[in-house]
């Protein structure tokens, strides 16, 4: 997402589906996405990816978890997406599932080092609490109706790309996420205070919003 001053928030619905009541001809349907999911993730993390702080914190777990919910759909999901010195496939389409495009019901191909980037800022955090999702993947139909609504949303963003995630973390101030975010040096981080979430992605570091 390019460095955009202003945002016009997605107003969350609110209905409940968990997402281990999914019906399993869906279940069997994203599992067969675990090769695309995969593609590009390697089995360590890749020598000046990451800010020293963040390859100790991620290098040094044994296992990998994460714990989201998401705010328009309601459901909730906790998964290990590494372990035993490699990602797990199953954990990573599932997660991917839930930071699908809601509108569009699609799953887009997800980074795995945005996993990564979650899980170093949980522990930045110090938090078990999930990330609400405000958004997650969106395909290029969604990006498009939201840029034309929008000029905080980006023509070309990386959320199109699997690449970012705009979230919140209850018990936490907006701006101690960003903090937190800024500090690990990851990617790019975006405030947008008024519409209540932090926006990160896995492209080059700098920040914007407020």
């Given at each position: 997402?390019?460095?955009?001053?202003?945002?016009?928030?997605?107003?969350?619905?609110?209905?409940?589906?968990?997402?281990?009541?999914?019906?399993?001809?869906?279940?069997?349907?994203?599992?067969?996405?675990?090769?695309?999911?995969?593609?590009?993730?390697?089995?360590?993390?890749?020598?000046?990816?990451?800010?020293?702080?963040?390859?100790?914190?991620?290098?040094?777990?044994?296992?990998?978890?994460?714990?989201?919910?998401?705010?328009?759909?309601?459901?909730?999901?906790?998964?290990?997406?590494?372990s035993?010195?490699?990602?797990?496939?199953?954990?990573?389409?599932?997660?991917?599932?839930?930071?699908?495009?809601?509108?569009?019901?699609?799953?887009?191909n997800?980074?795995?080092?945005?996993?990564?980037?979650?899980?170093?800022?949980?522990?930045?955090?110090?938090?078990?609490?999930?990330?609400?999702?405000?958004?997650?993947?969106?395909?290029?139909k969604?990006?498009?109706?939201?840029?034309?609504?929008?000029d905080?949303?980006?023509?070309?963003?990386?959320?199109?790309?699997?690449?970012?995630?705009?979230?919140?973390?209850?018990g936490?101030?907006?701006?101690?996420?960003?903090?937190?975010?800024?500090?690990?040096?990851?990617?790019?981080?975006?405030?947008?205070?008024?519409?209540?979430?932090?926006?990160?992605?896995?492209?080059?570091?700098?920040?914007?919003?407020?």
């Amino acid at each position: 997402m390019q460095p955009l001053p202003r945002a016009t928030p997605d107003h969350p619905t609110a209905t409940r589906q968990e997402s281990e009541g999914m019906e399993p001809g869906r279940r069997s349907f994203l599992r067969r996405l675990g090769g695309l999911t995969l593609a590009g993730a390697a089995g360590a993390i890749a020598p000046g990816l990451f800010s020293p702080e963040a390859q100790a914190a991620i290098s040094s777990a044994p296992k990998r978890s994460l714990a989201f919910k998401s705010l328009h759909t309601g459901e909730t999901l906790k998964a290990t997406y590494w372990s035993n010195g490699r990602y797990d496939p199953h954990a990573l389409v599932d997660i991917a599932h839930i930071l699908r495009d809601w509108r569009a019901d699609e799953v887009g191909n997800m980074d795995p080092a945005l996993y990564d980037l979650l899980f170093a800022l949980r522990r930045k955090l110090g938090t078990d609490q999930p990330f609400n999702i405000i958004s997650g993947y969106r395909c290029p139909k969604t990006n498009a109706m939201l840029a034309s609504k929008s000029d905080g949303v980006a023509k070309k963003s990386m959320h199109m790309e699997g690449k970012a995630i705009d979230i919140a973390v209850p018990g936490r101030k907006l701006t101690a996420v960003r903090n937190a975010a800024l500090e690990l040096k990851l990617g790019g981080v975006g405030l947008y205070s008024k519409s209540g979430f932090v926006h990160v992605d896995t492209g080059r570091v700098r920040q914007w919003g407020s």
